[in-house]
């Protein structure tokens, strides 16, 4: 009598011990009775495209990326999604059964439910959305936010030539900004979005002028160690709708499952709770 195999998925990163991801996966199979594993796994750059080439024959149906490797994966993968293309950076791989690695990016998915789900009054068409920070998760917030239907993006990055090339892939809808007039980018925006690591433990604050906060604008951070951070606080203080970034790392999560161990899972209160352990 032959035994199925148990379908096995994971996350790849260096470091990766701190990743939240196999909390919110094991928590997932568990509450839908679902059989399969989903590990941590500690891959070095030099390693990344041997474990790739490897982790079909041992029973690895995908796996999620994390940094330093989204954008590595682009050049491994056999297949890229458009999103994944304009991106320029894979977080969700899938082990298909012709043998092809495929590539895709959820981060923008992931932001956009968050967003829906902390502030579902929030319309993308009420005005432009300021945007901190231009690396690869503003490229997928940029992205989704347009796709959503949001008229223009003000952006500003510490270093200015990062978002000049930004606009550049993106066009005119695209609006760059010193960051010491990030002042006048807020007060212009009906959302706010810190794509950057200021403000995590560890981390310098985001230190940028907020004063053009206003009650009616929504303020969102990707960061999400701590839950509560001070673009968030001074937010709250002046009166806005404020998300937490815990969400978008649940959500971007759910097509990868979905696709690995075929049931969509929910995120929930429960989920929540899973990853904060």
């Known amino acids: 009598m032959s035994l199925a195999k148990i379908p096995l998925a994971g996350v ?27 590990i941590p796994l500690h891959v070095e750059p030099e390693d990344l495209r041997q474990v790739l080439e490897a982790m079909p024959k ?25 999103r994944a293309a304009m991106i320029g950076a894979v977080n969700t791989i899938t082990f298909r059964a012709d043998g092809k690695i495929q590539g895709d990016n959820t981060d923008g998915y992931g932001f956009i439910e968050n967003l829906k789900a902390g502030a579902p009054d929030w319309v993308p068409g009420n005005g432009p959305a300021c945007v901190f920070g231009a690396g690869g998760a503003a490229r997928a917030v940029i992205s989704s936010l347009l796709d959503a239907g949001v008229p223009e993006i003000l952006l500003a990055n510490r270093t200015r030539v990062r978002a000049e090339r930004l606009r550049s892939v993106f066009g005119n809808r695209v609006t760059v900004y010193d960051w010491s007039q990030a002042g006048t980018m807020v007060s212009h925006a009906g959302l706010v979005v810190n794509t950057t690591s200021l403000g995590m433990i560890g981390k310098s604050e985001l230190r940028a002028p907020l004063d ?35 969400g978008m790392l649940l959500h971007q999560a759910v097509p990868g499952f979905e696709r690995w161990f075929g049931a969509r899972p929910t995120v929930d209160h429960e989920t929540r709770l899973a990853a904060l352990r």
């Open 58 to 82: 041992m029973g690895f149906i995908g796996a999620n990326v994390t940094i330093p490797h989204k954008e590595a994966v682009i050049e491994i993968a056999d297949i890229i999604t458009d």
């Open 12 to 38: 790849i990163g260096s470091p990766i011990a701190h990743s939240k991801s196999p909390q919110i996966h094991g928590h997932w199979l568990k509450t839908l009775g679902l059989q399969g594993a989903y």
């Open 212 to 246: 053009g906060l206003r009650a009616d604008t929504v303020v969102t951070d990707l960061v999400y160690a701590p839950l509560k951070t001070t673009l968030l606080a001074t937010a709250e203080a002046a009166g806005c709708v404020t998300v937490d970034g815990l």
